[in-house]
């Protein structure tokens, strides 16, 4: 299994963190990749998504299922077609810094079986192998996760300021 983590530290109380994240179609506002979400469900348990992603030749549909929460501190989730994967929100209520009245550590974590990401779930040109994709696709998430972050924290606090996003990955392959 391989695991992707992004975290930061929003300027509000977990309980507003928690309510952005159950509303998880606004997501495609922030997003220059994420076309469309197609929300099944109110966000409770059961809640299917589908989400449409394109960027550069490739275009995929991703479907998930919300499998579990505990307001205002998680939100767990699984992938329910061609990829075996599932992750969670973790919301975390943190000392906040000098002059800020709340902090929240936001992390969102993904754990996913590699060798189920494979050429055969995306239609790709010729001579396009799929270890290209993942190479560039892994430096793509790594921007747009820090763009996403930058405009949903502006959004939520309701200014601009620059915001640092940890990224982490590691494989419990043998």
Same mark, same amino acid.
């Given at each position: 299994?391989?695991?992707?983590?992004?975290?930061?530290?929003? $300027?509000?109380?977990?309980?507003?963190? =928690?309510?952005?994240?159950?509303?998880?179609?606004?997501?495609?506002?922030?997003?220059?990749?994420?076309?469309?979400?197609?929300?099944?469900?109110?966000?409770?348990?059961?809640?299917? =998504?589908?989400?449409?992603?394109?960027?550069?030749?490739?275009? =995929?549909?991703?479907?998930?299922?919300?499998?579990?929460?505990?307001?205002?501190?998680?939100?767990?989730?699984? #992938?329910?077609?061609?990829?075996?994967?599932?992750?969670?929100?973790?919301?975390?209520?943190?000392?906040?810094?000098?002059?800020?009245?709340?902090?929240?550590? #936001?992390?969102?974590?993904?754990? =996913?079986?590699?060798?189920?990401?494979?050429?055969?779930?995306?239609?790709?040109?010729?001579?396009?192998?799929?270890?290209?994709?993942?190479?560039? #696709?892994?430096?793509?998430?790594?921007?747009?996760?820090?763009?996403?972050?930058?405009? #949903?924290?502006?959004?939520?606090?309701?200014?601009?300021?620059?915001?640092?996003?940890?990224?982490? $990955?590691?494989?419990?392959?043998?």
């Amino acid at each position: 299994m391989e695991r992707f983590v992004a975290s930061t530290v929003a $300027y509000l109380p977990p309980e507003e963190a =928690y309510d952005f994240l159950l509303d998880f179609p606004g997501y495609a506002n922030y997003s220059k990749h994420l076309r469309a979400v197609d929300q099944r469900g109110d966000g409770s348990p059961g809640t299917r =998504y589908r989400l449409r992603f394109a960027w550069w030749k490739l275009t =995929y549909t991703a479907h998930s299922e919300v499998t579990g929460v505990d307001p205002p501190d998680r939100i767990d989730w699984e #992938v329910t077609k061609d990829i075996e994967a599932h992750g969670r929100w973790e919301i975390e209520e943190v000392e906040p810094p000098e002059g800020r009245e709340h902090a929240t550590e #936001v992390r969102f974590v993904v754990e =996913y079986e590699p060798d189920t990401v494979h050429s055969g779930i995306f239609d790709l040109p010729a001579l396009v192998s799929m270890d290209w994709v993942v190479e560039k #696709v892994i430096g793509l998430i790594r921007e747009e996760g820090k763009r996403v972050v930058e405009r #949903v924290v502006a959004d939520l606090e309701g200014e601009k300021r620059p915001v640092d996003v940890e990224v982490r $990955y590691s494989s419990n392959s043998p």
